[in-house]
């Protein structure tokens, strides 16, 4: 189904990609209900008895198992789905697409052009205008203060990699995409993950849907953004954003399902009311989870960036993307080990803010 999903992007076929992209789905959620109700199931004792007794529910899927096998040689129905009954909702995605296409065209438009000029303009003209030796020695400086004199010194050298190499300027854009594509996945995220954590109910249908997106072929979210944002660095933000989007919002619910309930009770016995036991005691001991929500979202939103280069982005992802259609391997790898020094620096620095912050909570 991945070879669909993306012979559909090649032919623009809107429909047929999204409606592969959500079989992938629909089959990634049942292996993950799956695989968390395993973990997550009792311990029963023992039945006894022959083996129907004792494992009916297994017995049962091998038997029929067994009996679908032998009946598929003499029945080719019952072995391979007829043609004849297929269905298919790639006419109605594709359908649904053009209606929003033409009737909030104008509407899309104006957001996106608030967005570039108020937002996605001002800072990539920030990062771009960084002189690499003031970037290096910000970069190293900011490191060794988080982490220590040796993660300054790694940075600092993975950083002159990269301006050594000549993908600085690449390099800068692919930082202001990735920054500002985390800075709003976490904007959103974390009032869904609070939300999810406070209401179950609602948490079971955000949960559920960050699933959906967190499985959804990432070449799937480049046909909807194209068809409704054009090509351009702010459909490359969008896609990046629906990506990266459900850590920040799992370790957002997770963070806060995960403390104390004796902290939460002597909330209570102070008088604290629901927001104040939320805004001083949840949200600040669910730091270090959020921090590393924010660590796997940079992760996801770098990873994403690589593909976007689909879109007509110009960082390091186009630069990956020519090497591969050109067969360059060489500079496929240099390309491809800037993008992986950005996460690398990117990652530690996360992971020391959030063991500094676990410290200082005594966790």
């Known amino acids: 189904m991945g070879f669909d ?3 559909s992007l090649r032919r623009l076929d809107i429909g047929g990609g999204i409606e592969a992209g959500l079989a992938i789905v629909l089959m990634a959620i049942a292996l993950d209900r799956a695989s968390q109700a395993f973990s997550e199931r009792k311990y029963r004792a023992r039945k006894t008895g022959n083996l129907m007794q004792r494992y009916p529910l297994s017995s049962t899927v091998l038997c029929v198992a067994i009996v679908t096998m032998i009946l598929g040689r003499f029945i080719p129905a019952i072995q391979t789905y007829p043609e004849a009954l297929t269905l298919t909702t790639g ?11 033409v009737n909030f065209f104008d509407t899309f438009e104006a957001i996106k052009l608030v967005i570039l000029q108020g937002l996605l303009l001002p800072v990539k003209k920030f990062f771009t ?7 290096i020695v910000a970069t190293g400086l900011m490191a ?12 600092m050298l993975m950083m002159g990699f990269i301006a050594a190499s000549g993908l600085w300027s690449k390099a800068m854009v692919t930082i202001y995409l990735c920054g500002v594509s985390v800075l709003i996945a976490t904007v959103i995220g974390i009032p869904l993950g609070i939300w999810a954590a406070e209401r179950p109910k609602a948490g079971k249908i955000i949960l559920g849907l960050m699933d959906t997106l967190q499985t959804l072929p990432s ?4 046909i909807p953004v194209i068809m409704l944002f054009r090509v351009g660095d702010f459909s490359a933000m969008i896609a990046v954003v629906l ?9 957002a619910a997770h963070g806060l399902a995960d403390v104390p309930e004796q902290m939460i009770e002597a909330g209570h016995m102070a008088g604290c009311t629901k927001r104040q036991i939320l805004c ?15 660590n796997q979202t940079t992760m996801l939103a770098l990873s994403m960036l690589v593909i976007t280069a689909l879109v007509g982005t110009r960082d390091l992802g186009q630069e990956v993307y020519i090497a591969l259609t050109k067969a360059n391997a ?3 790898i240099v390309a491809g080990l800037s993008v992986a020094f950005i996460a690398i620096i990117a990652d530690r620095l996360v992971n020391a803010l959030a063991l500094g912050q676990r410290k200082r909570l005594g966790l």
């Open 129 to 135: 205008g960084i002189p690499w030796a003031w970037g």
């Open 219 to 222: 070449f799937v979210y480049l």
């Open 91 to 101: 006419p109605f995605w594709a359908g649904a697409m053009e209606w929003i296409n």
């Open 5 to 7: 999903v993306l012979a």
């Open 280 to 294: 001083r005691i949840k949200l600040p001991l669910a730091t270090p989870q959020l921090l590393l929500g924010l």
């Open 243 to 251: 990506y990266a989007l459900a850590p920040a919002v799992r370790y």
């Open 144 to 155: 060794a203060r988080i982490g220590g004199w040796k993660l300054g010194i790694i940075a």
């Open 330 to 332: 060489g500079k496929g």
